[in-house]
Nanobody, 117 residues
Framework: QVQLVESGGGLVQAGGSLRLSCKAS????????MGWYRQTPGKQRELVAQ???????NYADSVKGRFTISRDNAENTVYLQMNSLKLEDTAVYYC???????????WGQGTQVTVSS
């Protein structure tokens, strides 16, 4: 059974930083593309950042220059470093995996990030 367990969410003041972690199990982590998405009630889930098996990254324009996605294949973990947080970053953040070749994908349960003034 594939599991993606997020951690690191919480309350933070605007301008502050937070680091999210997603620990994967039940799969060969290194051959999966990974990503972070976020969702606010009443809105569509949106891509925040993604990182491929070769380490290439892509970011939403709204977080470019502030967020950094990274992965540690030895630890089966993907991270999202969030700096200069804004009120509009408040959302539930979800970890995502997609096998590099097979039609296999999974979502984590999500972790709440709340940015206050």
């Amino acid at each position: 059974q594939v599991q993606l367990v997020e951690s690191g969410g919480g309350l933070v003041q605007a301008g502050g930083s937070l680091r999210l972690s997603c620990k994967a199990s039940g799969m060969i982590f290194r051959i999966n593309n990974m990503g972070w998405y976020r969702q606010t009630p009443g809105k569509q889930r949106e891509l925040v950042a993604q990182i491929s098996t070769d380490g290439s990254t892509n970011y939403a324009d709204s977080v470019k220059g502030r967020f950094t996605i990274s992965r540690d294949n030895a630890e089966n973990t993907v991270y999202l470093q969030m700096n200069s947080l804004k009120l509009e970053d408040t959302a539930v953040y979800y970890c995502y995996r997609k096998h590099v070749a097979m039609t296999r994908e999974n979502w984590g349960q999500g972790t709440q990030v709340t940015v206050s003034s």
